[in-house]
């Protein structure tokens, strides 16, 4: 069974530092690794995955995340944060197989950003 | 390029009440997925179809079903409403059942009293 596990349920950052989300997870052989956004009363939007190759994954909006297989990790990461970036963010993993993609996703983290 | 769209926006629905949740996938996607979020907690995958036949599950119940029509349109049906149930319910659609990722539509609220 696969896991994803998002240690922080909140993270507080000050406008211009940089943020950091972080998220590990389990699942059997190599996996895929997405992050969302999820605004109040909207759906999720795709900030960016990792399939294969760069550990390090440019996404949208300025985020980028590291994917670190020994320490099954995959952290979002943004240099300079932005008002605008406070939202839910969610972690998800999917394995590689031949059919299906179901997302398995974490509990998710609110993170706040203060002007 | 339209995305994916789902209706309605709200509900409100008592106790053994049955519902139909509808989702229009993006414009080209041939595979939809539903997932039920409950209030402060991550998605949780129901089940996708591909191509009109079921693709895999999740850990709900039969009361829990779906389907998917020619044009990739999808509708999730919901027997016997339980007040557990009452969560956001969000469809997502992708170019395919492998890696391709996956785009979400902006949910469904169902309040189950």
């Known amino acids: 069974a696969q896991s994803v596990a998002q240690p922080e349920d909140q993270v507080n950052v000050a406008e211009g530092n940089p943020l950091t989300v972080k998220c590990t997870y389990s699942?059997?052989?190599?996996?895929?690794l997405f992050w969302y956004v999820q605004y109040p009363n909207r759906g999720l939007q795709f900030l960016l995955k990792?399939?294969?190759?760069?550990?390090l994954v440019k996404g949208s909006y300025g985020f980028e995340a590291e994917f670190n297989k020994s320490q099954t990790s995959f952290h979002l990461k943004k240099p300079s944060a932005l008002v605008s970036d406070s939202a839910l963010y969610f972690c998800?993993?999917?394995?590689?197989?031949?059919?299906?993609?179901?997302?398995?996703f974490g509990g998710g983290t609110r993170v706040l950003v203060k002007p | 390029e339209t995305g994916v769209t789902q209706s309605p926006t709200h509900l409100i629905k008592t106790r053994g009440q049955q519902v139909t949740l509808r989702c229009s996938s993006q414009?080209?996607?041939?595979?939809v997925s539903w997932y039920q979020q409950a209030l402060g907690q991550g998605p949780q995958f129901i089940f996708q179809?591909?191509?009109?036949?079921?693709?895999g599950r999740g850990n709900f119940p039969p009361r829990f079903s779906g389907l998917q029509f020619p044009n990739y349109s999808s509708e999730l049906n919901v027997n016997a409403l339980e007040l557990d149930d009452s969560a956001l319910y969000l469809c997502?659609?992708?170019?395919?059942?492998?890696?391709?990722?996956?785009?979400f539509g902006p949910g469904t609220r169902l309040l189950v009293l």
């Open positions: 997502a659609s992708s170019l395919g059942a492998g890696q391709e990722t996956q785009y």
């Open positions: 699942v059997s052989g190599n996996p895929y």
């Open positions: 990792y399939i294969t190759g760069d550990n």
């Open positions: 998800a993993v999917s394995p590689i197989k031949a059919a299906g993609n179901k997302l398995t």
């Open positions: 414009s080209g996607h041939n595979t």
């Open positions: 179809y591909y191509r009109e036949e079921e693709n």
